[in-house]
């Protein structure tokens, strides 16, 4: 598998599953900002967490069983992902695109939008 294939693969599920991005505005804390990707598969998470290079595994009990999930909690981790997987999002495209034009520099923007 290349490493375009390994990309489109963590768009795929994020696209297709309840993966999110969010920020939270903390009362006079400044900001937190997440990127999600939820599965009950932890090993699948584990070799997104590989290939994203970042991120923290954090565990749910559900009536199914365990719920897991990879979380990035930093505002570079999540721009650095969502630029590398938005040339390969269907659903959650706009809403991608979007995020990245509110949180990163104009600069920033144009360099990650052009996949440089």
């Given at each position: ?13 994020y ?14 804390k400044?900001?937190?900002?997440r ?5 009950y ?18 565990t749910?009990e ?26 390969f ?12 034009k ?5 600069t ?9």
């Open positions: 598998m290349t490493r375009v294939d390994e990309w489109k693969e963590v768009a795929r599920h696209d297709t599953t309840s993966g999110s991005v969010h920020v939270h505005h903390r009362n006079g400044g900001n937190a900002y990127f999600r990707i939820p599965s598969d932890r090993k699948l998470l584990q070799r997104f967490r590989e290939i994203l290079g970042r991120g923290i595994i954090t749910e559900k009536p199914k069983g365990p719920y897991y999930r990879l979380e990035i909690s930093s505002l570079e981790g999540t721009l650095s992902v969502l630029g590398k997987i938005v040339p999002l269907d659903n959650k495209r706009e809403l991608v695109i979007d995020w990245i509110q949180y990163q520099s104009p920033e923007l144009r360099t990650r939008l052009s996949g440089n």
